[in-house]
């Protein structure tokens, strides 16, 4: 029993209708109780959708236990198939269901249903979302395709040189991090180099367009929280390589674009694909202020990594902190977090992240819906890099996170929640402005300064363990810091003045402490 | 029905002519928790439950509140399922660690889900057990909110039944009045001021603003219901030998007239003072109505079933806003607590129980209605076929009750409709 107070993933049956709702012309009936539709309400009113995602629910209630459930998954499978007419019906369980035990998967199966059916193992108890999405989307692929399947050893025919070579897209789903725009960007960018995007799925393919899959010459895994599983069976049956780069960030898209090129062996000069106004933004003087910002890293696997590359290498932001709360991506992370000479944090408890953010006093944290509200309360500015994400992480506006466009798009959104270079000095220096004070916050962001006013007042007077004291003219001075480096030069002059066997800070405990760390 | 003061007779509306089974598009219990947790300022809930049950909650709750919530789900993991972890010993360590976090609750309620009722985890026993290890610290009791036993409002009256067997007796000499069901603070102190001048003494909101603020029941005991969805807790108090005084929902004016009127009438207040008293914030509440009758009249509505106030949102509109009821789907029907609201609605109107979510959504498409309420998995899919909406959990969530709400209420209304006025862009249609 795991106590849970938000949870950064849904079950894995959320997974499964993610992928239901990214396509076209499927089906799935899940066998659930009532209650079970709210996932109707994560894609028409978080994202939108014009539409209820393509799911039947059973809809048991506690009478039928015992005795009729099977017969209800038996005609709402019928009734699904008739209504709907997919050209497949997944068929799976949600956690109440997988309990009582129907097997609506091969109930399915021997009901002789006018359709194919695809039967989904969901493991309610031991996974979450995002393995249930990858699960089905396997399941979905293989089911379709292993028919097609050269023998085992085959080598695979050399592309004729008279056709463009081409790709597929694999893993942007519904209810993903700006999948919809990444998928339009990366494929702007692959037609300028004279590739063609075979298949993108699960988003917007039905399952004829599945079956073109192994036309393409290669797989680019671009969520591979989704198409992992995917890829490596491709990989394995059809001999199809895996372009794995995520194009995020600049460095990453020009990475992406060579290992296209090696990967489907054609000349590419990266300098001519294309180009972003980002490392210019980031030379210019007024990026200076950038320099070292301490940045806190949180994520679902993929973006955080890319988020901490883009973070330290193309803003000259310092990663202080990197996470995710996918255990599946807990090796690539962990190893990720060493090159920032880091132990990553790998936790799905949302409290464990609130602690670590105060621990490490960032002047920025990068991550989820979650960080964000963390961030929020304790009046750290804050961009959303990642799912989970609320309704105004799904934008109008073209805004994709890949490619060179993508690299544009982030550096606008990091630094927006930032103050600017010269207010960010003259905050520093007249601190006592009383229409133009650090309290008030950014001043182009309107009232989001409130957090950071509430957490002004909490200073204590002693460190949590009531080892150190600070005088009062010390707590006077450090006030005048201003409160987004005030954090950091608390925990800073405390620390130093622990090392230092002082009990009391004093006014030149703090430019001890200042002159100390500077550096 | 002895104990129910009657206060209609007379040609009733018969009550829904046709029950429906098959998917449903509601919300389990579980979700009440939402306002309960706000309401009852120093109560905290734990459900027992899944991945699915915490997914539910926040999603449904808009995903986030900012404040850290009252609400919290021990997820079960395979090793409570397998028998390899007591799921006493798990629930005990977790709401020891629970109550450590959070010294200021005082009520813990466990709440039941699908998976820990399907698994028949005795959430009542273990309740009574933690109880005897906190029990000068937190009292704590258990109440179901299970999709499989429950729907949307009904995870409230399951929480207020489990509390009923709790309230001290009213004594012999005394006499009181519980309001029953979630008012939001603004309306209860409206209510509070109206009471008081028709000279209307002890009265009791229930579930008041503090876990501990639990009426005495007895003989003197009379309930009104502000609410639909409390019919069970009323029959429980019904038990305890209350009287169920039976009246419209005070929604609208003239429903919130009929509310007081027949507390009043109960009370055997002078016919005159009541009239006296009601009469201002009678008239201002029709005038506030009245703003947003030009935007509702002639117009269309049809309900799907979700949080129990369909009936009485049908009437409210029916009777002062002029537009006629398509259908009113109800997720199920208390006659109970809807006497009141049947007698005034029009006889005609069709009435469904229960659901069959793709049925129901034909008629929808084919009755082709000015305005549809629904939940909000359904409301947009509906606005993308040109339909206009109102998603339900807004009646809900939003302060409706009393005179002072009433223009409000009719407002809420009409604003999808107002807003197809305004819009220049796209169409609906």
């Not at chain 1, 035990?101 to 109930?107: C, E, S």
């Not at chain 1, 995710?324 to 949302?350: M, P």
């Not at chain 2, 919300?27 to 009440?32: E, K, R, W, Y």
């Not at chain 2, 029959?235 to 005084?245: F, G, N, P």
Request: proline fraction near 6%; aromatic fraction near 8%; include cysteine.
């Amino acid at each position: 029993m795991e106590l849970t107070l938000w949870t950064y993933e849904g079950p894995p049956h959320v997974g499964a209708i993610r992928i239901a709702a990214s396509m076209r012309d499927v089906h799935l009936m899940l066998h659930s109780p009532q209650g079970d539709t709210y996932a109707d309400l994560l894609f028409t009113m978080i994202e939108r959708e014009g539409r209820r995602p393509p799911v039947t629910y059973t809809t048991f209630q506690a009478r039928d236990l015992g005795s009729s459930t099977a017969e209800m998954v038996v005609n709402s499978l019928r009734e699904s198939a008739e209504r709907f007419k997919p050209q497949v019906l997944m068929v799976a369980d949600s956690c109440t269901a997988e309990l009582i035990q129907d097997q609506p998967g091969a109930l399915a199966l021997g009901a002789d249903l006018p359709v194919p059916v695809i039967p989904l193992e969901m493991a309610a108890y031991t996974r979450k979302e995002n393995w249930g999405a990858a699960e089905t989307f396997y399941q979905l692929v293989r089911g379709l395709l292993s028919r097609q399947a050269p023998p085992p050893g085959s080598e695979r025919p050399p592309r004729d040189a008279n056709t463009r070579p081409s790709v597929n897209l694999l893993g942007p789903t519904k209810l993903g991090f700006r999948c919809r725009d990444d998928v339009v960007e990366i494929e702007r960018l692959l037609n300028s180099m004279g590739i063609d995007v075979n298949v993108v799925a699960p988003l917007g393919a039905s399952p004829q367009d599945l079956q073109a899959i192994p036309k393409a010459d290669a797989n680019v895994n671009l969520c591979p929280e989704v198409s992992d599983l995917t890829c490596s069976w491709l990989a394995r049956t059809f001999g199809m390589p895996t372009i794995s780069t995520i194009p995020m960030g600049w460095g990453a898209t020009r990475d992406f674009i060579a290992e296209v090129a090696t990967t489907l062996d054609i000349d590419i000069n990266v300098d001519a694909v294309g180009e972003s106004r980002l490392p210019w933004y980031s030379r210019s003087i007024d990026s200076t202020y950038l320099t070292g910002k301490r940045v806190f890293v949180f994520a679902d696997g993929s973006h955080a990594i890319a988020a901490a590359r883009v973070a330290r290498d193309e803003m000259g932001f310092e990663v202080v902190g990197l996470g995710t709360y996918s255990r599946e991506r807990a090796r690539d992370v962990r190893a990720a977090a060493k090159e920032y000479g880091l132990e990553a944090l790998i936790t799905d408890n949302y409290l464990e992240v609130e602690a670590k953010v105060q621990e490490l006093q960032p002047e920025m944290v990068l991550g989820t819906q979650m960080e964000r509200h963390i961030a929020k309360r304790l009046g750290i500015p804050c961009a959303v890099i990642s799912t989970p994400a609320h309704v105004q992480d799904y934008p109008a506006r073209y805004s994709p996170q890949m490619g060179f466009e993508g690299a544009n798009v982030l550096f606008d959104t990091w630094v927006h929640p930032l103050i600017m270079g010269l207010e960010e000095h003259l905050l520093h220096m007249f601190r006592d402005d009383f229409e133009f004070n650090d309290s008030v916050g950014p001043s182009h962001l309107g009232s989001e300064g409130e957090g950071a006013r509430a957490q002004d007042t909490s200073g204590g007077h002693q460190t949590d363990d009531g080892a150190v004291v600070w005088a009062f003219e010390a707590e006077k001075e450090l006030k005048k810091i201003p409160f987004f480096v005030r954090g950091k030069a608390r925990r800073n002059t405390e620390r130093f003045a622990v090392e230092h066997g002082l009990t009391t800070i004093e006014v030149d405990t703090l430019y001890d402490a200042k002159a100390h760390f500077s550096n | 029905m002895s104990s129910v003061i009657a206060s209609t007779v007379g040609e009733h509306h018969p009550g829904p002519q046709k029950q429906e089974r098959g998917q449903r598009a509601v919300f389990c219990g579980l979700t009440s928790i939402i306002w309960l947790h706000r309401r009852i300022q120093d109560a905290f809930f734990l459900v027992v439950g899944s991945r699915t049950c915490a997914h539910l909650i926040q999603s449904a709750a808009g995903v986030m509140i900012f404040a850290e919530p009252r609400f919290a789900t021990a997820i079960l993991g395979e090793r409570d399922l397998a028998g390899m972890a007591d799921c006493h010993e798990e629930l005990d360590r977790v709401v020891s660690e629970l109550i450590a976090r959070r010294p200021g609750i005082n009520r813990l309620f466990l709440v039941g889900s699908c998976p820990s009722e399907v698994i028949k985890l005795d959430l009542e026993t273990a309740a009574a057990k933690l109880q005897v290890k906190h029990e000068n610290r937190v009292r704590i009791s258990a109440f179901s909110g299970s999709g499989i036993e429950t729907t949307f409002t009904q995870g409230e009256d399951q929480c207020l039944k489990s509390t009923v067997a709790e309230l001290p007796t009213l004594g012999a000499s005394e006499d009181n009045l519980i309001v029953l069901g979630t008012v939001s603070d603004i309306v209860e102190d409206q209510f509070r001021r109206l009471f008081d001048d028709l000279d209307i003494k002890n009265i009791h909101f229930y579930p008041g603003r503090k876990a501990g603020d639990l009426p005495a029941v007895g003989k003197g005991t009379r309930v009104i219901a502000a609410q639909p969805f409390v019919g069970e807790t009323a029959r429980a108090l019904i038990d305890r030998d209350a009287e169920l005084i039976s009246a419209p929902f005070p929604l609208g004016a003239e429903g919130s007239k009929a509310w007081f009127e027949a507390a009043a009438e109960a009370y055997g207040v002078d016919s005159e003072r009541t009239q006296q008293v009601l009469e201002m914030p009678y008239q201002r509440a029709k005038r506030a109505v009245s703003v947003h009758r030009s935007k509702l009249e002639g117009k269309r509505i049809h309900f799907l079933p979700d949080s129990q106030l369909e009936i009485p949102m049908a009437r409210f509109l029916s009777e002062e806003c002029d537009l006629s009821v398509n259908e009113i789907g109800t997720p199920f029907h208390d006659q109970l607590v809807m006497r009141g609201e049947l007698a005034r609605l029009p006889q005609d109107v069709p009435m469904v129980e229960g659901q069959d979510l793709d049925p129901a959504l034909a008629r929808v498409r084919a009755a082709r209605p000015d305005l549809t309420v629904c939940g909000m998995g359904i409301a947009n899919a509906l606005e993308s076929e040109g339909l206009r909406t109102k998603w339900s959990i807004e009646l809900v969530f939003s302060p409706v009750q009393g005179f002072d709400q009433a223009g409000d209420l009719a407002g809420l209304f009409a604003k999808p409709l107002a807003r197809e006025e305004i819009l220049e862009v796209g169409s609906w249609s």
